[in-house]
């Protein structure tokens, strides 16, 4: 098993995260697939996790001002789930983030995932809210 992350702007890495996307937020969770892809791919550094060349992880970073960046559309594959993968994919958005001289990130978690970005060190700010028809929490951290 050989496991990577790729970054970029390609259309191979957009479309194997996209595959990911797909598989856990339309598939699994319901989101219609209208709002799944919005006007902020075409623009975002996407990042696409592979298990021997499969695409089974995913996350998109962009820059919303000159300090702050937001994490968005992380998603592990079921299988891949609790096995560090999304730790790995948080890591390397952070590294991007100082790439991109950003030092704050922020992201709006599904509720039932505040958890995990507890645990890689974001904080809930605010009140739930829903969003694709699913709760979800704003989380902040500094890097």
Known sequence: MQR????????????????VRK????????VDPEIEVDEHD????HLAAYDDGEPVGAGRFRT?????GKV???AVLADYRDGGLGRAIMGRIEEIAREE???????HSQTRAAPFYARV???????????????????????
């Not at 598989?23 to 319901?30: I, R, S």
């Not at 001289?101 to 992201?107: C, E, K, T």
């Open 4 to 19: 990577e992350i790729r970054v970029g702007r390609s259309e191979s890495i957009y479309e194997d995260a996209l595959t």
């Open 23 to 30: 598989t856990v937020f339309v598939e699994e969770q319901g």
């Open 42 to 45: 075409e623009t975002a550094i």
């Open 64 to 68: 919303l001002d000159d300090r702050t």
């Open 72 to 74: 968005e559309r992380i």
């Open 101 to 107: 001289g950003v030092d704050r990130l922020v992201l």
């Open 121 to 143: 060190g974001y904080e809930q700010v605010g009140e739930e809210f829903e969003e694709a028809g699913i709760p979800h929490v704003e989380m902040r951290t500094e890097l």
